[in-house]
């Protein structure tokens, strides 16, 4: 398990589908304020997103994988 800090200007997340099929976690934003995080499936980036959304975070959240 990795604790991944979460910048606070990350903004409202959502859960998109990435390249070869990956579930990620995604600001909208690119360049070089973009944020994105890989889950193992829907139901856990939809986790993700929840907490991090919610602000329930305290600055870092735990992803395994």
Known sequence: ?????IPQ???KVK??????????VWNGKQGKHEFV?????RKHA????AVING?????????TG
């Open 1 to 5: 398990m990795a604790l991944i800090k």
């Open 37 to 41: 995080l890989f889950a193992r499936d």
């Open 55 to 63: 602000r329930n975070h305290g600055g870092f959240v735990e992803v």
């Open 9 to 11: 200007n990350v903004g």
């Open 15 to 24: 859960v998109a589908m990435g390249l070869g099929g990956k579930w990620t």
């Open 46 to 49: 939809e986790q993700l997103v």
